[in-house]
C-alpha cells in the first residue's frame, strides 16, 4: 500500500449471539499466529475456573448450551472480535473511531485501549459471569422495518402496543434500538405477553432469543451493582481512539473523564436502552468514514448497520435492494466474518 492514500473507517464490535454453529473454528481458521494473545485469554479462563476459549473453539460440534452461554459466549466473541481488530491492516486503513453493540461496549474499550489486554479478559468474563449467575428475563427481536428495510408505521404501531400488553402483565422494556430491529425485553409476564400481541412478520418474528437476560433494562440493577462492586475504577484509562457509546455520546482520547466512564460502563449502559443505532447515526455523520469495518464473529450485525444506513439515506442508500447492489459493487461496510468482503481488510 506503500504511496497510496488511507482510507478512514469506524470499527463496530459485535454483541452476543455472534458466535453461532458456523462459526465453530473461527479461531483456528483466521487467528492460528494470534496464539500468544489466545493462550492469555486461556490463562484468564483456566484461573477463574471456566472452560479455556480455544477448546471451545476446536469442539466437533456446537452445543447452544455450552458455546452460547453467557459464560462462554462472551469470552469467545471478544477472543475473535479482538484479533479481527489486530489483523486490521494500518498501511490500508486509518481508524477513527469505535463503536459496538451491547457487549460490543466493552470490546470497544478494549480496542480503543480504555482497558489493557489483561482487564479487557478480565472484565468480559466477569460480566459473562455474572449475567450467567444474576441474568433474569428475557429478550425478543421484531423489525420496526418491512422486508426492503424501510420504515413500518405497522410494525411501529405494534412494537407500542406490544410494549403496552408486557407494561399491563408484567415488566416491559425497550432492550436495545438495533438498526430496524427493535430489541424488546421483561420479565416473564412481560415477555409472553409482548409475545402474544405481536402478529407474526416475515415468517420468524416475534423472535425470542436464546439463553439472554433482560439486557439493558431496570430488571438487572442488581447485576449492575455486582459489576460495581467486582470491579474497580482503576481498571479504566483514557481512550487512544475516540468511542461512541450506547447513547451516541463519544468518548475522546483527550476528553474523557475516567470516573464518569466507569459510572457509565457499570451503570446506565446495564440498566437502560441501548441506543446502537444512534451510535451507527454518530458514527456516519460525526466522522464520515470511507468505510466501516464490522469485525466477526459472524455478520448478522450487518443487516441492522444496512437497515441504519437507509434510514438516513447514506450514501443514497434508499433500500434494502440499493445496499446490496452497492455491497457488490463498491462495499460500504466491510464484514470480517464474511470471507469476501475480510480479504479488503486485512493485509
Wanted: net charge negative.
Amino acid at each position: 500500500m506503500s504511496g497510496k492514500k488511507k482510507q478512514t473507517a469506524v470499527v463496530i464490535f459485535p454483541g452476543r449471539g455472534t458466535y453461532g454453529k458456523d462459526e465453530l473454528g473461527y479461531i483456528d481458521r483466521f487467528h492460528s499466529d494470534r496464539r500468544e494473545f489466545i493462550a492469555c485469554v486461556d490463562e484468564w479462563r483456566e484461573s477463574q475456573h471456566h472452560e479455556p476459549i480455544s477448546v471451545l473453539d476446536a469442539a466437533d460440534k456446537y452445543l447452544t448450551s455450552r458455546h452460547a452461554s453467557s459464560i462462554n459466549a462472551s469470552a469467545l466473541i471478544y477472543a475473535c472480535a479482538l484479533a479481527d481488530y489486530a489483523a486490521i491492516d494500518r498501511d490500508q486503513y486509518e481508524i477513527m473511531a469505535i463503536c459496538g453493540n451491547s457487549l460490543g461496549w466493552y470490546l470497544t474499550l478494549a480496542g480503543a485501549g480504555a482497558v489493557n489486554e489483561a482487564n479487557a479478559i478480565r472484565l468480559v468474563d466477569t460480566m459473562g459471569s455474572l449475567m450467567e449467575d444474576k441474568g433474569v428475563g428475557g429478550q425478543l427481536i421484531y423489525p420496526f422495518v418491512d422486508e426492503n428495510w424501510r420504515e413500518s408505521r405497522e410494525n411501529n404501531i405494534a412494537i407500542s402496543e406490544a410494549l403496552h400488553a408486557g407494561r399491563t402483565e408484567g415488566q416491559a422494556f425497550l432492550s436495545i434500538r438495533l438498526g430496524g430491529m427493535a430489541v424488546l425485553a421483561g420479565d416473564d409476564a412481560g415477555m409472553a405477553a409482548m409475545e402474544k400481541s405481536l402478529p407474526e412478520a416475515e415468517g420468524r418474528y416475534p423472535f425470542r432469543l436464546a439463553r439472554h437476560a433482560a439486557f439493558h433494562t431496570p430488571l438487572l440493577e442488581h447485576v449492575s451493582a455486582a459489576a460495581f462492586d467486582t470491579l474497580p475504577q482503576d481498571m479504566l484509562e483514557t481512550p487512544v481512539i475516540p468511542m461512541i457509546d450506547g447513547r451516541g455520546a463519544v468518548w475522546s482520547p483527550g476528553s474523557s473523564e475516567l470516573n464518569a466512564l466507569y459510572q457509565y460502563t457499570f451503570g446506565e449502559q446495564i440498566t437502560t436502552t441501548y441506543d446502537f443505532s444512534k451510535s451507527v447515526e454518530v458514527a456516519i455523520k460525526e466522522f464520515a468514514p470511507d468505510k466501516l469495518i464490522l469485525a466477526g464473529p459472524g455478520s448478522t450485525l450487518g443487516a441492522p448497520i444496512a437497515q441504519e444506513l437507509i434510514r438516513h439515506k447514506w450514501l443514497g442508500l434508499r433500500s434494502k435492494s440499493v445496499f446490496s447492489e452497492r455491497q457488490k459493487n463498491d462495499p460500504f461496510l466491510l464484514a470480517m466474518g464474511r470471507h469476501d468482503q475480510r480479504r479488503l481488510v486485512t493485509s
